[in-house]
C-alpha cells in the first residue's frame, strides 16, 4: 500500500506542474519500459523511439491517469499497445545487429561454456521473438517483467483465462523451439 501512496503523490507532483517529479517517473521507470519494448521488438533503436513516446504521452495525458491500477501497469499498457501497434504497422525498420555483442567479447573463463550459454540466450531471444504478437507480450510480462496474471489482464485488458491460455501455448511453443537445449 505504501507503494500506491507514493505513486498517488507523484502522480499529484506531476499533475501540478513539477518537472523534478516527471523526471523521478521516468528514472525509476525507463529501463523497464525500455526493455519490455526491446523483447517486444527486438531492435534497441526501435525500443528507444518507443519508451520516448511511452514517456511524451504520459506527459500529455498524466490528468486520465485515474490511480485504480498501478502506475507501473498503466505504463506497461502504454507500452504494450505501442509495440504491438509498431508490429502490425508498415513502419517496422530492418533489425539491426546487436552493436553490444563485440563488447562482449569472451574474457578469462571456459570458452566453451560462454559459448553454449550465448548460443541458448541467443536461441531463447530467437524463440521469443517468433512467437506470435498476443503471445510474445504475455510471456514478456510475465516471464520477464514478473507481472501477475492480473495485472497483465489489466495491462491487455484481457479476462484472466485468456492471459492464462496465451502463455501456455507460448511456453508450449518455446518448449518446442527449445526442445534440442534441454536435458
Not at 76 to 81: D, E, F, G, K, V
Not at 107 to 125: I, T
Request: aromatic share 4%.
Amino acid at each position: 500500500m505504501e507503494e500506491r501512496v507514493r505513486e498517488a503523490r507523484l502522480v499529484a507532483r506531476i499533475r501540478a506542474g513539477d518537472t523534478r517529479a516527471f523526471e523521478e517517473l521516468v528514472s525509476a521507470y525507463q529501463h523497464r519500459i525500455f526493455a519490455v519494448a526491446q523483447r517486444m521488438l527486438g531492435n534497441v533503436a526501435e525500443a528507444e523511439e518507443i519508451a520516448q513516446e511511452v514517456f511524451l504521452r504520459v506527459h500529455r495525458s498524466i490528468a486520465d491517469f485515474r490511480g485504480e491500477a498501478r502506475l507501473s501497469t498503466w505504463l506497461y499498457a502504454i507500452t504494450s499497445r505501442l509495440c504491438l501497434n509498431r508490429l502490425t504497422s508498415g513502419e517496422r525498420r530492418l533489425r539491426r545487429d546487436d552493436t553490444d555483442a563485440l563488447e562482449r567479447a569472451p574474457g578469462d573463463g571456459d570458452a566453451a561454456a560462454l559459448l553454449e550459454r550465448s548460443e541458448v540466450e541467443s536461441a531463447l531471444r530467437d524463440a521469443i521473438a517468433g512467437l506470435p504478437e498476443e503471445r510474445r507480450i504475455v510471456v514478456v510480462l510475465r516471464d520477464l517483467e514478473g507481472l501477475s496474471y492480473e495485472e497483465i489482464s489489466e495491462v491487455l485488458a484481457l479476462e484472466p483465462g485468456t492471459v492464462s491460455s496465451r502463455l501456455h501455448r507460448a511456453r508450449m511453443d518455446l518448449k518446442a523451439k527449445l526442445e534440442r537445449f534441454l536435458p
